[in-house]
């Protein structure tokens, strides 16, 4: 169990390099999963994200701009960086 603590911590710093290298604003973490502001209704990007085979959530109060993106495997958050950049 503590390594799988330490690769999730290696993938959401990874996350936050990517973020900042996209001037993507994002609410920092201690669980599984990182709030993303997408600067436009969450509604809108989540719906091109399943387009390309990823499932996100959103709808918090008062942070319509954010989606909650749950953090996978390594290779899979690079994908999903890579889609995040091109849907937005």
Partial sequence: MKNNVIKNHK????LYEKLDELNIEYIKT???????NVRKN????????????????????????????SVGTMEQMVDFVKILSEVL
């Fill in 42 to 69: 969450w509604s809108e990007v989540a719906q091109k994200l399943l387009e390309k085979g990823y499932i996100v959530r959103g709808g918090f109060p008062l942070l319509d701009t954010y989606l909650r993106v």
């Fill in 11 to 14: 993938v959401i710093d990874y």
């Fill in 30 to 36: 201690q669980a599984n999963f990182i709030c993303i």
